[in-house]
C-alpha cells in the first residue's frame, strides 16, 4: 500500500493497511513512511531525534552499539562511551573489543596500544594508566597483572614491578619460593649449586 504524502495521509501503519497522520507510540520510528516499532533488515539504525530508520550511520558519525542501533554524532551516552573505529565501522560501546584491546579514559576511545604518558592497561577494562596499582602491581608485556605468568616471563623483578625473564644485576638470584629475584639467599638457605635458585634445603647431588 502507498500512502499519498499529504497531513492526512502521510504515514502507512504497522500492518500495511491504513494511512496514518502519525505513527502510534508502540509503532512511532519510520521506515519507508512506514510505522514499525524497531528498526531492521537493510535499514538497522535509528535516528532518534526524528524515529527515522536508515541503512548507515554515515550521515552522522557514530552509533550507539545497543538494542537500537542509534546513529549519533559523538559518543556521549554514559551507557556507551566510548569510541571504536575499524575498518570504516565507527560505533560506541561499553567495552573495548579484541581488535582494540585498551581503553583511554581521557579521549574516550578504544585503542591497539596505550598510549605513551599512559602506557600500563589495567585490568579489568583495560585502562591505560601511568602506574599499577595495589590489586595488579606487575607489569608484564604492557599489562597491569597480578600473578607473574610460568612462561616466558615468571620472576617479579628485584623493585618489585615488573615480570621479567630472568634474574640478573642487582638481584641476581631466584627466590627459594621460585617467584621474586634478590639480592641474595636468606641466612637460612642455600644457593644450589651450580644454579641461581635459593634454596631452603640442600638436595641430592648438590
Known amino acids: 500500500q502507498k500512502c499519498e504524502n499529504t497531513p492526512d495521509n502521510k504515514f502507512i501503519s504497522s500492518n500495511g493497511k491504513r494511512c496514518l497522520t502519525?505513527?502510534?507510540p508502540d509503532y512511532e520510528i519510520i521506515n519507508q513512511n512506514k510505522c514499525i516499532a524497531v528498526c531492521e533488515g537493510t535499514f538497522p539504525y535509528i535516528?532518534?531525534?526524528?524515529?527515522?530508520?536508515?541503512?548507515?550511520?554515515?550521515?552522522?558519525?557514530?552509533?550507539?552499539?545497543?538494542?537500537?542501533?542509534e546513529?549519533?554524532?559523538?559518543?556521549?551516552?554514559?551507557?556507551y562511551p566510548y569510541k571504536y573505529e575499524i575498518n570504516n565501522i565507527k560505533k560506541c560501546t561499553d567495552k573495548c573489543g579484541a581488535d582494540l584491546p585498551y581503553t583511554d579514559d581521557i579521549s574516550k576511545e578504544c585503542v591497539a596500544r596505550c598510549p605513551a604518558d599512559r602506557p600500563?592497561?589495567?585490568p579489568p577494562e583495560n585502562i591505560c594508566s601511568v602506574k599499577c596499582n595495589e590489586q595488579y602491581p606487575y607489569i608484564y608485556d604492557g599489562?597491569?597483572?597480578?600473578?607473574?605468568?610460568?612462561?616466558p616471563s615468571p620472576y617479579i623483578s628485584g623493585d618489585l614491578t615488573e615480570c621479567v625473564s630472568d634474574c640478573t644485576g642487582s638481584?641476581?638470584?631466584i627466590?627459594?619460593?621460585g617467584k621474586k629475584c634478590v639480592t641474595e639467599c636468606l641466612g637460612t638457605e642455600y644457593l644450589k649449586l651450580n644454579d641461581k635458585q635459593c634454596s631452603d634445603k640442600c638436595v641430592y647431588p648438590y
Open 22 to 24: 502519525e505513527c502510534s
Open 47 to 69: 535516528v532518534d531525534e526524528d524515529h527515522k530508520c536508515l541503512d548507515s550511520c554515515k550521515k552522522y558519525g557514530y552509533y550507539n552499539f545497543g538494542d537500537n542501533l
Open 71 to 79: 546513529c549519533v554524532s559523538s559518543c556521549v551516552d554514559i551507557t
Open 120 to 122: 600500563y592497561a589495567l
Open 143 to 151: 599489562k597491569c597483572v597480578n600473578v607473574c605468568p610460568s612462561s
Open 171 to 173: 638481584y641476581p638470584y
Open 175 to 177: 627466590s627459594a619460593d
